[in-house]
């Protein structure tokens, strides 16, 4: 087997933006990667993602591309299909394993199938809930599942659309809130406890980084508390214990294999008072502002993080090399 050492990237495009509801924190992914990786001496284009976007990468092709793409348009696997139909080697999960992840149901089923903890829940269609009565199905749902518990969209992210249920009068307008982002919603039990978030990396062997607790101050890690500077605090490593901190990393790497992903991922658990871990969903595209998960961890685990993303832009270019250079099949 070939030994030597991956290309590194001369030029890479950055894929940034798009139409989905989180393009603003697409957009500061984008330009922090960007930054990141011309500091390490990597020519590098931002692209947005629009009808000239395959004439351009025709025109003048990367060495690799990075998408920084959040929502469903940069981690439904779309995307990622289109650049295999112009042949370029992209950072992050194949197709596949992208709409494995991107659905938050079909993600926890199979990583639940591994005897990872998952919470009790539930993926209601919109149309089944009108159909069937609305008032039925949520004293059913409040019956099987309990308060308190979370309202959220079954594909997304950023946690646009998503409401803590704490009394049954409020079920109501969390079912709407999750249903102006996506067809379906995802009703689960809330487990109390610690949030952690764990980046898996790649290099080649999954390993998981060191846990990001996440304490916000209003209580819930919505929107604005993901991207506001100073309204949620963020401890690395996690203050758990040294037990809990092994099940988050096994939990991590277990989701990360589970679904097939690649390169860089970061699972969302939480830690109840009993040590025990819940795996909650998985991001394929992590993001990278001022106030992201994935910098904290790259940090603690003593990584510089404009090499991790230039690492695994050569690892993406190298494995294409692999696939371009076996035998063909008979």
Not at 190 to 206: C, Y
Request: hydrophobic share 45%; net charge negative.
């Amino acid at each position: 087997m070939d030994e030597s050492p991956a290309p590194w990237p001369r030029r890479v495009v950055v894929l940034a933006g798009g139409l989905s509801h989180e393009r603003d924190v697409s957009l500061q992914s984008g330009r922090r990667v960007g930054e990141l990786l011309r500091h390490q001496g990597v020519d590098v284009q931002i692209l947005d993602v629009g009808a000239d976007l395959l004439d351009n990468l025709h025109s003048d092709p990367p060495d690799c591309v990075i998408p920084m793409l959040h929502g469903e348009t940069g981690e439904n696997g779309a995307l990622r299909e289109v650049l295999g139909l112009v042949d370029l080697p992209y950072v992050g999960a194949l197709p596949p394993a992208c709409r494995l992840a991107f659905d938050k149901p079909v993600a926890k089923s199979l990583v639940a199938r591994t005897g990872v903890r998952t919470p009790r829940s539930m993926a209601l269609p919109a149309e089944t809930f009108r159909e069937l009565g609305a008032a039925a199905v949520m004293t059913a749902m409040l019956a099987r599942i309990g308060l308190p518990l979370v309202v959220k969209p079954a594909r997304g992210g950023s946690a646009l659309g998503c409401t803590v249920v704490r009394a049954a009068d409020d079920l109501p307008a969390a079912m709407v809130a999750s249903f102006a982002y996506d067809g379906v919603a995802l009703v689960e039990e809330l487990i109390a406890g610690t949030e952690v978030a764990v980046t898996v990396l790649a290099d080649p062997n999954p390993r998981a980084l060191p846990p990001v607790e996440i304490r916000p101050d209003g209580g819930a890690y919505d929107y604005a508390a993901r991207y506001t500077a100073g309204a949620t605090e963020f401890v690395v490593p996690a203050e758990i214990s040294a037990r809990a901190e092994a099940a988050c990393a096994r939990a991590a790497v277990t989701a990360h294999e589970t679904l097939g992903l690649r390169h860089l991922s970061r699972s969302d658990l939480m830690v109840d008072a009993d040590d025990e871990v819940w795996f909650l969903e998985v991001n394929v595209a992590p993001g990278l502002t001022e106030t992201s998960l994935v910098p904290l961890a790259v940090e603690a685990a003593g990584l510089n993080l404009g090499a991790v993303y230039a690492g695994l832009a050569a690892a993406a270019m190298r494995s294409r090399i692999d696939m371009s250079t076996k035998p063909p099949v008979d």
